[in-house]
């Protein structure tokens, strides 16, 4: 298995411990609010905290599907947070797991820096196919602009 490991950042109006509570401890519950296509979160395995995986089941091209996500860790003093995709839709077939790695600080008026390292581990030592990346990339960035569009308008 070879890992490949990429890096981003985001800004949001949004202050760092309001973003930390609802994309961490209150995402269950926020995501299926703001995003149509969301339909459930369902604790399969754990309490909660790092190990737990969830199910998260969405519409998509008409279709329900689903992804698990596995808590890797959870940092509440430091706005971290560190979850791994293993399964379902939002895996492609080329990957073993995908661990998105994210910290919250404080940015620009009174809002949040977003830092993002996201590490892609292969079946094999093949890298990620790049359209694939770009795609988890593009619904990632809607999600999250959604969510925060969602906390603005809610606020």
Do not use: C
Not at 22 to 38: E, G, M, T
Not at 93 to 118: H, M, R, V
Not at 120 to 141: F, I, Q, R, T, V
Request: aromatic share 8%.
């Amino acid at each position: 298995m070879a890992v490949f490991t990429f890096e981003d950042q985001t800004t949001s109006p949004i202050a760092p411990a309001t973003l930390y509570q609802a994309l961490v401890k209150d995402a269950d519950n926020i995501v299926p609010k703001a995003v149509d296509s969301f339909k459930s979160v369902e604790i399969v395995e754990g309490n909660g905290g790092p190990g737990t995986i969830k199910k998260i089941s969405f519409l998509e091209d008409g279709e329900t599907k689903f992804v698990l996500h596995k808590i890797e860790t959870i940092d509440e003093a430091n706005l971290g947070y560190s979850y791994s995709i293993v399964g379902g839709a939002a895996l492609p077939d080329t990957a073993e797991k995908i661990t998105i790695d994210t910290k919250i600080s404080d940015g620009p008026n009174g809002g949040s820096l977003i830092k993002l390292s996201i590490s892609y581990h292969s079946k094999g030592d093949a890298p990620p196919n790049e359209d694939e990346l770009k795609a988890g990339k593009a619904k990632s960035d809607a999600l999250f602009k959604v969510i925060e569009a969602y906390l603005l308008a809610n606020a």
